[in-house]
């Protein structure tokens, strides 16, 4: 099964699949590919790639030999830029968890990496409220890995104030593009999530 998720996802895409290092085992369960099919395959790919720690953070290119100059964070130089970092431990990645939390009114959020990953499957929600807050998740993992990729390639700075309506805006136009039996209510959606996904049972 695994074999076949990667044989088609080598067909489809085959970029994703350079960036991985030829030593991989392809019957690793690590690699397998677990999909939220109210997301673009390309934020799946993403998360399955911040799993197998194989996004291109400053550390991970320093290991391959390309010269960084730095490798510390370049949005708070508070640490050395990897994965970790870019997700629990920037500035950036802290506010939006706590964004999160208190949007869905959650009484606490995952201190590491995995739990992170995990989230949606920790909150003990019904299965619609997971698949919801999945999409949220994961919807953040990319705006704050396109933030950060903002501060350093533009020239103008973006916005960090405003990162938490994007994920707002976002994840709520995934959930209705890709999903026609879920349907979350916008202005619900914009209070209490938890509330428009319980509407829908
Ligand atoms: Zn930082």
Known sequence: MAKLAMMFLHLVYPVAFGLLSSDCKIHSRKLILIQNKSLPIKVNIF?????????????NLDGKGIDMNS???HVCDGDIEDSKHR?????VACNLRMMI????????????LPGLLLWSDLVGFNIISNLCF???????FCVTWRYSNSVRFDSTHPRKDILGVDIKILSHSWILHRNNKVN????????YPLMACNNLL
């Not at 997700?87 to 500035?91: H, Q």
């Not at 999945?134 to 953040?140: A, F």
């Not at 979350?184 to 209070?191: A, I, K, Q, V």
């Open 184 to 191: 979350p209510n916008w202005l619900d959606w914009l209070s």
């Open 87 to 91: 997700f629990i431990g920037c500035l």
């Open 101 to 112: 939390m208190k949007w869905w009114r959650l009484p606490n959020h995952p201190k590491d």
């Open 71 to 73: 490798c510390r964070c």
């Open 47 to 59: 998360a399955w790639r911040l799993r197998l720690d194989r996004l291109p953070a400053r550390i």
């Open 134 to 140: 999945d999409v949220v998740v994961q919807t953040t």
